[in-house]
């Protein structure tokens, strides 16, 4: 009976562990889920918690593996996950690039350019339009 049940819970914690593995890229690099707003202690939790709702979805399919591939499994999870996340930053990584640009046009980053040891490192308004497109992103849906 303890075994039954230790067994159902290792595999309910390896189904969430490859719901992870699909929806932490996506909590890495969207900016308002960034470790600047998010701290990691916050964040790891608030994706096992979202990713336990993936969990009848993974069960089924680990019953059948092997320790091969559940891990040729995880690493395509992760690269699903990747791609998901590459794919909803891009505008994000967009804006980013337009302000990093603009404020090299206006010579605000000029300092950087010349002496890149003593310059600054990050853009302003970079920071802004990624911040201003986060907030459009969740105001609008």
């Given at each position: 009976m303890g075994e039954a049940i230790l067994y159902q819970l290792h595999s309910l914690l390896a189904a969430t562990a490859l719901g992870?593995?699909?929806?932490?890229?996506?909590?890495?690099?969207?900016?308002?889920?960034?470790?600047g707003n998010i701290p990691t202690v916050v964040r790891h939790?608030?994706?096992?918690?979202?990713?336990c709702?993936?969990?009848q979805?993974?069960?089924y399919?680990?019953?059948?593996?092997?320790?091969?591939?559940?891990?040729?499994f995880a690493a395509r999870e992760i690269i699903?996950?990747?791609?998901?996340?590459c794919l909803l930053a891009?505008?994000?990584?967009?804006?980013?690039?337009i302000g990093s640009f603009i404020d090299n046009q206006r010579?605000?980053?000029?300092?950087?350019?010349?002496?890149?040891?003593t310059g600054v490192d990050a853009s302003e308004l970079a920071r802004l339009f990624n911040l201003f497109s986060a907030a459009v992103y969740l105001t609008k849906g």
């Open positions: 992870f593995c699909r929806l932490a890229p996506t909590f890495y690099l969207l900016p308002f889920f960034a470790s939790p608030i994706i096992i918690v979202v990713s709702a993936l969990v979805h993974y069960h399919e680990l019953l059948n593996l092997n320790e091969i591939d559940i891990a040729l699903i996950g990747l791609f998901i996340a891009s505008p994000f990584w967009m804006f980013l690039a010579g605000a980053t000029l300092s950087s350019t010349l002496d890149p040891a």
